[in-house]
């Protein structure tokens, strides 16, 4: 039975019913989310958190952010703080096919130099995203994203509203515990969160992952409460002040699971890599049964000393591998082309499919590559194709049926002129692509040039997104990326979907994106082929602006990668009166860079060096990175050659690391780039 407070009572007897309430109400939450097996009827429950919920209201000095009247939601924050792992979150290399799988327990007992069966812990990869989770005296103090890896943004808030994550931990537990694990959003919660946003008239999301991303980021954290999101601890990062050790990573899930957090009831133990490949096959055949969304599974060495023992390759550890699932595919008709015309005219032919789901959304737009992918697969409209979906890569037509063609199809040609402005479409020689020739007075080139300027990696301004662009270019209030810094709060604030707040927001992003450097500037500008690393190396070659106008190819073909092709690009671009007319726009409008300082980068003792990057990189990213080297004097290249000074190697590298290898370059991981930054500062500084 129930006994309602009476506010006659003692602060100590108000705090102990508060307590009491607390510990059984997080006991239900995890009886009802966490082990699916609820003791109490919904009624009883509801009961028990209204009582809470009033003493807490009558008693603000007993609130406690633990309580579970939280999960509903704190104040909306205006952004997320970004904050550093205490330990890095790693990511995992991947194994596409059963030869790499072998291939990972291969090199594992090489380098532990055994021919015995290793022990490996196999859990299905969620397909969610990864945070981690700090517990101080049992609490949840902290919840951070991945980011990338070394810092992620403060998301505390949004985790607590997750009713699998716990608040408070079961007893005994750590002194300090930091827990990672993946939230994702079950299918169920997906198939009926994008029911009720139809029926409202709101955002559909494309898939479960999608929708779990898009509901953590929210800054009002009582919308993410609304969004049926849940939790899977897959490791412990850190433990302190715990009397017990676990010498495997499945104690450690037991103990996880212990104090309270959810452990996929997927996982497993077994030995060998051939039982891990059992696994894989058995899950494979389960994937469309189970609740969530897997992309794979994940091996792991089960024993911690041995993991200790592998180590880690730049930020993944070579004792665990994702392997995934075969890219899917499904069948569809093929209802039409379109061709869609990108920043430098290129035209390119995406299929119009009938709806079909395929990889966990619904596709009815893939990629046909070009015109010589078409003839190749030889591809007609009325016929049945396979559609492939790999992870987050944009759908394409893999290949016909043609035991399903029926006797009408239509072949696909190549329009002889632009959809969008009607210029003429030309093949340029030994090219695949096809060009609309309206340059900048076809509004899909306009759009798609303007998207690259404000792009993060070049101007970097904010809030300025496709829809806003395509009105403001269908309005033909701006023609050209100058005619961005003309625009007033009044015009912006007059477009669909975008209110004051949001207007006064873009007009202060727009005057934010004035300061910027050298290298971004021209990387903006779209020159073909001139890339971020190619606009680094110009920046860093030529002193200023028209030193680089007035250099003839021959000197353009001096600087680190630039050949006879790129040169001719820059060299025409720059010979192009409109181009120098939007330019002078974007000097006018107050666009400006600090000159480089060429006397201490001569100090520095990378000046000359070539470095070319290759993988992911964490610990900065890769736009820091070439900043930072380019300040010091350094040239970014993308090839390796026996001139590259230093490879600097990254998550997942791809074939520069062997070419580096095969040629001897010094390779570089990405703690020691850290240090040769470091080091190069503190000489030029000198
Ligand atoms: N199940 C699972 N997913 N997942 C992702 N385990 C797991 N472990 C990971 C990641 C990134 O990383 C650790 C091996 C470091």
């Not at 058995?282 to 911690?304: M, S």
């Amino acid at each position: 039975m129930l006994v309602i407070l009476m506010n006659t009572q003692k602060p100590d007897d108000i705090a102990n019913r508060i307590e009491i309430l607390r510990d059984e109400i997080h006991a239900h939450n995890y009886r009802y989310h966490v082990l699916d097996a609820p003791t109490i009827s919904d009624a009883e429950y509801d009961r028990l958190f209204q009582e809470l919920k009033n003493l807490e209201a009558e008693h603000p000095e007993f609130q406690s952010l633990d309580s579970p009247t939280q999960r509903v939601g704190a104040a909306p924050k205006k952004e997320f703080p970004a904050v550093a792992h205490s330990i890095p979150m790693l990511s995992l290399d991947n194994a596409f096919s059963v030869d790499s799988a072998k291939d990972f327990d291969k090199r594992i007992r090489i380098r532990l130099k055994t021919e015995a069966f290793i022990t490996y812990a196999c859990e299905p990869k969620i397909d969610g995203l990864a945070v981690s989770l700090v517990y101080e005296q049992g609490r949840l103090i902290s919840g951070v994203t991945r980011g990338d890896g070394v810092s992620g943004e403060q998301i505390t808030e949004n985790l607590r509203t997750i009713s699998t994550i716990p608040l408070k931990l079961k007893p005994p537990f750590p002194d300090v515990l930091e827990v990672r694990g993946e939230v994702f959003m079950p299918k169920a919660g997906f198939k009926a969160l994008n029911e009720k946003n139809a029926l409202l008239g709101e955002k559909l999301f494309v898939n479960p992952r999608n929708a779990a991303a898009g509901s953590l980021r929210q800054l009002d954290s009582s919308i993410t409460a609304k969004r049926p999101l849940s939790f899977f601890a897959y490791g412990i990062a850190r433990m302190e002040g715990f009397s017990q050790r676990f010498s495997t990573h499945s104690e450690n899930m037991q103990a996880l699971k212990k104090w309270g957090f959810p452990v996929c009831a997927e996982n497993r133990v077994v030995e060998g890599i051939e039982a891990c490949l059992t696994y894989y096959e058995q899950l494979q055949a389960k994937r469309e049964q189970l609740p969530f969304e897997i992309d794979g599974v994940v091996y792991k060495v089960d024993n911690i000393e041995l993991q200790q023992q592998l180590g880690f390759v730049s930020r993944a550890p070579r004792w665990a591998i994702a392997h995934k699932f075969a890219a899917e595919e499904a069948f569809s008709e093929l209802l039409g082309i379109e061709f869609q015309v990108g920043r430098t005219g290129t035209l390119t032919p995406v299929a119009r499919l009938k709806p079909v789901f395929v990889g966990g959304a619904t596709i009815s737009n893939a990629t046909l590559h070009n015109m010589d992918e078409i003839q190749r697969k030889d591809v007609r409209v009325g016929d049945t194709v396979v559609v492939r979906r790999a992870g987050d890569v944009i759908p394409e037509v893999a290949s016909v049926v043609l035991e399903k063609r029926p006797s009408q199809t239509t072949h696909i040609a190549m329009p002889k002129h632009c959809p969008i402005c009607h210029s003429d479409v030309i093949r340029e020689k030994e090219e695949a692509a096809y060009r609309c020739m309206g340059g900048l007075f076809c509004a899909a080139q306009q759009k798609e040039a303007i998207l690259h300027f404000s792009a993060r990696r070049a101007m970097d301004i904010d809030g300025l997104g496709i829809k806003i662009v395509d009105q403001l270019v269908d309005k033909k209030i701006i023609q050209t990326v100058a005619d961005l810094y003309t625009l007033s709060v009044e015009q912006l604030a007059g477009l669909e979907r975008l209110g004051k707040k949001s207007a006064e927001n873009l007009v202060d992003a727009l005057a934010k994106s004035k300061e910027t450097t050298f290298a971004r500037f021209l990387f903006s500008l779209g020159i073909r082929e001139v890339g971020e690393a190619t606009a680094h190396n110009l920046a860093n070659h030529f002193s200023d602006l028209q030193t680089l106008i007035k250099a003839d190819e021959l000197e353009l073909q001096q600087i680190t990668d630039i050949g006879p092709i790129v040169a001719a690009h820059i060299y025409y671009f720059f010979r192009q009166p409109h181009n120098l007319e939007v330019i002078q726009g974007l000097l006018k409008a107050g666009i400006h860079w600090q000159a480089p300082q060429s006397k201490s980068v001569s100090n520095s003792p990378l000046f000359g060096a070539t470095f070319v990057l290759t993988g992911t990189l964490n610990a900065l990213s890769r736009e820091e990175a070439k900043e930072q080297l380019i300040a010091l004097g350094a040239k970014i290249s993308e090839a390796v050659s026996k001139k590259t000074s230093y490879v600097v190697v990254g998550d997942s590298p791809g074939s520069k690391l062997t070419k580096a290898q095969s040629l001897g370059v010094p390779i570089l991981d990405q703690t020691q780039l850290l240090a040769l930054l470091e080091h190069a500062k503190q000489a030029q500084s000198q």
